[in-house]
């Protein structure tokens, strides 16, 4: 069944119209027809799209729909024919906190720079924020510098050293020890020469040609003295 349309003629009394009779019970059908619809739940209403849907359910002859409620910076706004929705368009403000002060940017299209101070640079490469350490003398800047592991010289000197303080030496080992040079007393410290006999005069002279005397080491001296007179 659908909707029935009166016949109300071409002009009033013509004769060519349904008579009150045909008129009323074609509004009685179309009642009856609208009632069983709405009643049957065929008047329904969808939500289109894979997002979220407003309507939520029919309850009767009601068709019933979801609330809006704006979530964190978002507002929402309406008059008798638009509902209005009103987002914050980014930070309200950004802090930055340095070892020296603060500064606070305020929300919206604003930037903030990072550069470089005393000896660093910086670069962005992509996404990523790099500070690299530049400059020279390094070491030199730092007012206690400290080794946390093994210094390779690689083959280089350490030259203008004033006071060398070590556990142990491995290596050569060149210069002044109290100011002298160990290199040239070393032979005086090794082997002392006293020369040969060549005539023997008295038992004495016997003896000290056919034995030799042990003056023990410069670790275990012996107890004999031997004078051999002055210069």
Do not use: C
Not at 73 to 85: A, E, Q
Not at 103 to 111: A, D, L, R, S, Y
Not at 181 to 189: C, E, Q
């Amino acid at each position: 069944m659908s909707i029935e349309t009166i016949n109300i003629g071409n002009i009033a009394n013509d004769g060519t119209g349904d008579d009150l009779r045909q008129a009323f019970i074609k509004t009685n059908n179309n009642f009856t027809y609208l009632n069983s619809t709405v009643n049957a739940g065929t008047v329904t209403a969808a939500n289109l799209g894979a997002e979220t849907g407003v309507f939520a359910q029919k309850s009767d002859t009601t068709l019933q729909f979801k609330s809006l409620r704006g979530g964190a910076g978002i507002t929402l706004s309406n008059t008798g024919t638009t509902v209005t929705i009103t987002g914050n368009p980014g930070l309200e403000q950004l802090i930055t906190i340095s070892d020296n002060g603060s500064i606070i940017t305020p929300g919206g299209n604003q930037t903030i720079g990072i550069q470089g101070g005393t000896n660093t640079s910086t670069r962005v490469s992509g996404t990523t924020l790099h500070v690299d350490v530049t400059g020279t003398n390094l070491v030199a800047l730092d007012p206690a510098p400290k080794l946390s592991a093994s210094l390779n010289a690689n083959n280089f000197s350490i030259t203008g050293a004033q006071d060398v303080s070590a556990v142990s030496f491995t290596g050569n080992l060149t210069g002044l020890v109290h100011n002298i040079d160990v290199r040239t007393i070393g032979d005086k410290l090794v082997d002392v020469d006293l020369g040969t006999f060549t005539t023997v005069n008295n038992v004495l002279d016997l003896i000290i040609v056919n034995f030799d005397f042990d003056l023990g080491t410069y670790a275990i001296p012996s107890s004999m003295v031997i004078d051999g007179g002055s210069m």
